[in-house]
């Protein structure tokens, strides 16, 4: 079975600061792995994805993932964040099927102080 | 291009009341899924469909039920509400190919259950 663990739950950091959100996953098959933004009282939006190939993904907001298959990680980072980026990040997991189900980690809440 | 559309926004629900969640997209995305969201936990699936007239459980599927009639319309079911039912809902979908990965949320249903 696939899990997904966001390691921390809350991440307040200053504006312009960088920041690094850490997700961790396990699965026994290939993954594709997502990160999912959520903004106060909206659904989710795609911040980015990996499929396959290079495993230094970038997404949108200036947001960029590493994946790591030895240490089964997908942390997400931003060299320097904005009042904007404040919301909740949510790791997701997929296996290679046909369903495109998706496994969520529990959320990390970014919380960017001026 | 509206993508997918959720309704209502908000309902209150007496205990053992039922309703229907709408949910509706206009994407002709095969694939259509419903997700609650409690806070700390996450996203978890309660069920989906891989196309008109299938449809399949997830994780938490205890209490509800779905249909798909058409490929535009996903409408999830509770019979009998109780209070743990109570919960943000998110409708999903995704289309095929490497589109399959990526899922597109409509705005939430927030449902409170007294």
């Known amino acids: 079975a696939q899990s997904v663990t966001q390691l921390d739950s809350q991440v307040p950091v200053f504006e312009e600061a960088p920041v690094e959100l850490r997700c961790n996953y396990s699965?026994?098959?290939?993954?594709?792995l997502f990160w999912y933004v959520q903004y106060p009282n909206q659904g989710l939006q795609l911040l980015l994805k990996?499929?396959?190939?290079?495993?230094l993904v970038k997404g949108i907001n200036g947001f960029e993932a590493e994946f790591n298959k030895s240490q089964t990680s997908f942390h997400l980072r931003k060299p320097s964040v904005h009042i904007s980026d404040t919301a909740e990040y949510f790791c997701a997991v997929s296996s290679s099927g046909n369903t495109g189900k998706l496994i969520f980690g529990q959320g990390t809440t970014l919380q960017v102080k001026p | 291009n509206a993508g997918v559309t959720q309704t209502p926004k908000f309902r209150i629900l007496k205990i053992g009341q039922s309703m229907t969640l709408q949910c509706t997209q206009d994407m002709n995305h095969n694939y259509m899924y419903w997700y609650r969201q409690d806070p700390g936990m996450g996203l978890k699936l309660i069920y989906y469909s891989v196309g008109a007239g299938i449809t399949d459980k997830g994780e938490v599927p205890n209490g509800y039920n779905v249909s798909r009639s058409t490929t535009e319309d996903f409408p999830l079911r509770l019979e009998l509400a109780a209070p743990s039912q109570t919960s943000v809902y998110f409708c999903a979908s995704s289309g095929t190919g490497l589109g399959l990965n990526e899922q597109f949320f409509g705005p939430g249903t927030r449902l409170t259950v007294l």
């Open positions: 990996y499929l396959s190939g290079s495993t």
């Open positions: 699965s026994s098959v290939s993954v594709y």
